[in-house]
């Protein structure tokens, strides 16, 4: 299983971004997928998830500002970051597990005027 994460980049407080990750495999062979996060010195810590059945989690510091989505294609997973601010800036990390966790190789994601 690979996971390639796209959207990282720099945007200012307030701004907006969508993260992609995309499966290789379909996503519905995934019991959960999701996104973490690890700024530098902190701990990772989780963004959001979404199971096969569609519930989804979110992590407290992102809740009624991100939200997580399956795409239309079955092997792409996203995150729509909004109100962005600049403790959102973080390496950000796409995950699933089929068995066994798998981890995307991450993006950057910097909020900064």
């Known amino acids: 299983v690979q996971l390639q994460a796209y959207g990282g980049g720099l945007v200012q407080p307030g701004g907006s971004l969508r993260l992609s990750c995309v499966a290789s495999?379909?996503?519905?062979?995934?019991?959960?997928m999701g996104w973490y996060r690890q700024a530098p010195g902190k701990p990772r810590e989780l963004v959001a998830t979404?199971?096969?059945?569609?519930?989804?989690n979110y992590g407290d510091s992102v809740k009624g500002r991100f939200a997580i989505s399956r795409g239309n294609a079955k092997n792409t997973v996203y995150l729509q970051m909004n109100s962005l601010k600049p403790e959102d800036t973080a390496v950000y990390y796409c995950?699933?597990?089929?068995?066994?966790?798998?981890w995307g190789q991450g993006t950057q994601v910097t909020v900064s005027s």
């Open positions: 979404i199971t096969t059945g569609g519930s989804t």
């Open positions: 495999r379909s996503i519905f062979s995934f019991s959960v």
């Open positions: 995950l699933a597990v089929y068995g066994t966790t798998y």
